[in-house]
């Protein structure tokens, strides 16, 4: 019984992804590169350090990179990505009414236990994907349109790391 | 052509288009239902295979697009990012995302769409994920030999198997529909019908449908192949036409000289001519290439990724060779590459050979006689040393001053080489 306050139904996932994939060819056509996440988060990351410890952020090479001296972290292209990504989201979110705050898990955990692997789970993917420059969106989505063979050793990797533990974690889902 | 040039964009302008962007992979996300960690998660229990439908259906939808804009000249596929293959961080790095996508239960872009929609694990997700890059930022100097070792640089499948894009597009086709196939079977086998009902385009003929458009557009691409030289030409911008036209590529013996002065710059020298020709007489540190080499895979993309300090002139007998090797490399978007004017015959012209070892011939536009190989012995080849004391001449001519030294005259000339940087287009990871 669908009531006006149920949250709408997903896209079919291959009309879904054919959306996505226009979204990243017009990537392409526009700005001759693609789409990305965690190349932001670093930034973001850089700035916020840089409000602490700005000499830090001079002396180490990688960070300083983004955000050394008289370079602004904040002002990268790929932060505009992602504050469009969150405003995306919102709005697909509302307009299809499942923006609600809430905690999505598996039956046989807690709450706790979701949130505690949630920030774990975002820790090492955020460090796999820097040692990998790039992530799911920016290496296998982007570097795999454009036929790169580095992203799809990339992809095969990824897939080949989650069903390796899958098994053993999988209290956390089912 | 497309690319635009982004970099030229205003701060609002930027914000504008890459959250643009931003917006459309946010809401295709949130739409797939990637907001929902345990539709992601399923995918490694087999329950439900969304990640992979949506996945390979925008690779393989952006690649029919990519390709096909490409081979139409609408995209110039130089100046698109590809991300550069790291063989060893790569797929390290791949397994560990592997692992903290099944813990975390999110990837990056995935955990943003969720937090947006006030998923608190989601907005978890993305505070560990801002910890981990600060970790990797503190740690990756402990590691750093292999965070860049197995770096190929820019390569792709089609030049990697050496076949044509067209082909490798086609098989990635091939290959998303027969994993699309299988998608469908392992979620009726262990998926028990719990998968959600989608509410749109659940019909099979639509599906059948949309998979044959996919199989035609990859056989086209396959079918119509690369665009031929003369197709990229002709779709080559105004200016690169106008500087063959105005000759502003073809550039002065004696600005090449005053450029290999200077110690900022990377001045490379390819000679197009056969190898005899290179024997008797070439320009000092100049290398032989094979015409037909440059329009191939290696040579031409070590000119098309060349450090912006690099500047490339190609020299020929006369200009023939090497006005044909400028235009294939101009259209296909190297910069900094000119053409000798006169080629080798203007150069000896400007820097003579001693008389006993190089005479002209006779007649208008003809070329130098050698009596021998004199390979890049002479002073000729080296005309911005002013000093060359290990020229060891077998005769006494008059361009020489004294023992070991030598000074040509300053020959006028126009300057045409304005140095240019390309623009740098860097993917969102980068």
């Known amino acids: 019984m669908a009531t006006a306050r149920e949250p709408r139904p997903y896209l079919n996932p291959y009309l879904a992804g054919t959306l996505l994939g226009v979204v990243l060819f017009l990537s392409f056509f526009l700005t001759g590169g693609g789409l990305g996440a965690s190349g932001a988060l670093s930034h973001i990351q850089t700035g916020v350090e840089r409000w602490f410890a700005p000499g830090h952020v001079d002396r180490v090479a990688y960070l300083a990179e983004m955000g050394g001296a008289a370079r602004n972290p904040w002002a990268s292209t790929g932060v505009y990505m992602l504050v469009g990504t969150l405003l995306g989201g919102l709005a697909s979110g509302l307009v299809n009414r499942r923006a609600r705050l809430e905690t999505r898990k598996g039956p046989r955990i807690s709450t706790r236990t979701r949130l505690l692997f949630a920030f774990g789970g975002g820790v090492i993917m955020a460090y796999g994907a820097r040692m990998a420059r790039g992530c799911t969106s920016g290496q296998a989505l982007s570097g795999g349109a454009v036929l790169s063979v580095g992203s799809w050793m990339f992809m095969f990797a990824v897939f080949a790391g989650g069903y390796a533990v899958a098994w053993f974690a999988r209290r956390l889902w089912i | 052509m497309a690319p635009f040039d982004v970099s030229g964009l205003s701060t609002l302008g930027s914000a504008l288009v890459f959250g643009g962007i931003g917006f459309g992979f946010g809401a295709a996300l949130e739409l797939a239902g990637f907001g929902d960690t345990r539709k992601l998660a399923a995918q490694f229990y087999l329950r439900e295979l969304t990640v992979l439908k949506v996945m390979f259906t925008a690779i393989v939808v952006a690649a029919v697009l990519v390709a096909g804009a490409v081979s139409f000249g609408l995209l110039d596929m130089s100046r698109v990012w590809v991300n550069p293959t790291f063989v060893w961080s790569e797929l390290a790095g791949g397994l560990v995302m592997g692992v903290g996508f099944v813990l975390g239960g999110f990837c990056p872009g995935t955990s943003l769409v969720a937090a947006a929609t006030f998923k608190v694990d989601g907005m978890l997700f993305v505070l560990g994920g801002l910890v981990g890059v600060w970790l990797f930022g503190?740690?990756?100097?402990?590691?750093?030999?292999?965070?860049?070792?197995?770096?190929?640089?820019?390569?792709?499948?089609?030049?990697?198997?050496?076949?044509?894009?067209?082909?490798?597009?086609?098989?990635?086709?091939?290959?998303?529909?027969?994993?699309?196939?299988?998608?469908?079977?392992?979620?009726?086998?262990?998926?028990?019908?719990?998968?959600?009902?989608?509410?749109?385009?659940?019909?099979?003929?639509?599906?059948?449908?949309?998979?044959?458009?996919?199989?035609?557009?990859?056989?086209?691409?396959?079918?119509?192949?690369?665009?031929?030289?003369?197709?990229?030409?002709?779709?080559?911008?105004?200016?690169?036409?106008?500087?063959?036209?105005?000759?502003?590529?073809?550039?002065?013996?004696?600005?090449?000289?005053?450029?290999?002065?200077?110690?900022?710059?990377?001045?490379?020298?390819?000679?197009?001519?056969?190898?005899?020709?290179?024997?008797?007489?070439?320009?000092?540190?100049?290398?032989?290439?094979?015409?037909?080499?440059?329009?191939?895979?290696?040579?031409?993309?070590?000119?098309?990724?060349?450090?912006?300090?690099?500047?490339?002139?190609?020299?020929?007998?006369?200009?023939?060779?090497?006005?044909?090797?400028?235009?294939?490399?101009?259209?296909?978007?190297?910069?900094?590459?000119?053409?000798?004017?006169?080629?080798?015959?203007?150069?000896?012209?400007?820097?003579?050979?001693?008389?006993?070892?190089?005479?002209?011939?006779?007649?208008?536009?003809?070329?130098?006689?050698?009596?021998?190989?004199?390979?890049?012995?002479?002073?000729?080849?080296?005309?911005?040393?002013?000093?060359?004391?290990?020229?060891?001449?077998?005769?006494?001519?008059?361009?020489?001053?004294?023992?070991?030294?030598?000074?040509?005259?300053?020959?006028?000339?126009?300057?045409?080489?304005?140095?240019?940087?390309?623009?740098?287009?860097?993917?969102?990871?980068?």
């Open chain 2, 138 to 430: 503190e740690t990756v100097g402990a590691f750093e030999p292999f965070w860049l070792s197995g770096d190929l640089g820019r390569l792709t499948i089609q030049d990697w198997l050496g076949v044509s894009t067209g082909a490798v597009v086609l098989g990635v086709v091939a290959l998303a529909l027969l994993a699309f196939w299988g998608a469908e079977w392992l979620e009726r086998r262990f998926g028990g019908g719990t998968a959600p009902a989608p509410a749109i385009g659940r019909g099979r003929r639509l599906r059948l449908t949309a998979a044959a458009a996919l199989a035609v557009a990859g056989m086209v691409l396959a079918v119509r192949g690369e665009p031929t030289a003369e197709q990229r030409w002709a779709w080559a911008p105004h200016p690169v036409h106008q500087l063959l036209a105005g000759r502003g590529a073809f550039v002065s013996p004696a600005e090449v000289v005053a450029l290999r002065k200077d110690t900022a710059l990377s001045v490379q020298v390819l000679d197009l001519r056969e190898e005899h020709a290179w024997n008797l007489f070439h320009v000092g540190g100049a290398r032989r290439v094979d015409a037909t080499a440059l329009s191939e895979s290696p040579e031409l993309r070590s000119l098309l990724e060349a450090p912006a300090s690099t500047i490339t002139f190609l020299v020929d007998d006369g200009e023939a060779r090497s006005t044909a090797a400028w235009r294939w490399l101009a259209s296909r978007g190297a910069k900094n590459v000119y053409v000798v004017e006169g080629g080798i015959t203007r150069w000896l012209d400007l820097y003579p050979a001693p008389a006993c070892v190089a005479e002209k011939g006779a007649g208008e536009g003809a070329g130098w006689r050698f009596a021998y190989a004199t390979g890049e012995a002479l002073p000729s080849s080296w005309p911005e040393l002013e000093r060359s004391r290990s020229f060891r001449l077998p005769c006494a001519t008059a361009s020489l001053e004294d023992e070991g030294e030598h000074r040509w005259p300053e020959h006028p000339f126009t300057k045409k080489v304005k140095l240019q940087v390309r623009s740098v287009v860097k993917g969102g990871c980068g």
